[in-house]
Every structure is written in C-alpha cells, then in structure tokens.
C-alpha cells in the first residue's frame, strides 16, 4: 500500500481548522515550523514518524483518526466517523441514508463475488 501524504495531510488541516488553530499555532504545539506544517497539510513533503507523533500529540488525537485509510484495523474510527456524521440527520434523512448503505453494501459485496 503507498502512504498517501496528501490525505494525511488533509486531515491534519480538518483537525487543525476543527480545533481553530493556525499553522503557526500548531507548528509551535508540534515542534515544527509553520512551513513545514503548510507542506505536511498541502502533501508537498513526507513527513516524519517522529513529527507525525508530535502533531498527533498536539491535537489530542489518536493515530487511527489521521491514518484510518492507511491502517487495515481502524474500523472502529471509520464507524465513529460514520455515526458522527449522521448525529444532526433527522429521520428521513437517517432513512435514505441506511437504505443507501444497504443498496451499496448489496451492491459491493455482489461485485465482489464476480
């Protein structure tokens, strides 16, 4: 599997505007120049595993969350994700949206078998 830095990057920046730091902030929490945050954020540059702690350390965060697409055993944090997300649905929208993951679920599984 290829790491791929711009989706880290991605959600380093969510958590960061999340929390309403600026990059200069969270540069200064983590260790790191707020350039260096800027191409961490924009996946212009690999970060390291010792600044990725840092960063991870300083939004209060836990690994899983920044690198659930990287990581085969994160599904609890995509589930966590998923019921956030439908938190302010009322239930109509709760009903399309399980009738759709259901179709979808039928669907890939189907594909699947092929």
Excluded: P, W
């Amino acid at each position: 599997m290829e790491i791929d830095y711009l989706d880290i990057g991605n959600r380093i920046r969510a958590e960061r505007l999340k929390q309403k730091l600026t990059q200069e902030r969270l540069g200064e929490m983590s260790g790191v120049g707020t350039t260096h945050i800027s191409h961490i954020e924009t996946g212009a540059t690999k970060l390291s595993f010792k600044v990725l702690i840092d960063i991870i350390n300083a939004l209060n965060i836990s690994a899983d969350e920044l690198l659930r697409n990287h990581i085969y055993q994160s599904k609890h944090v995509l589930k966590d994700e998923l019921a956030e997300m439908m938190e302010d649905c009322n239930v109509e929208e709760t009903r399309i949206i399980v009738d759709t993951i259901k179709t979808l679920k039928s669907s890939l599984r189907y594909n699947i078998k092929k």
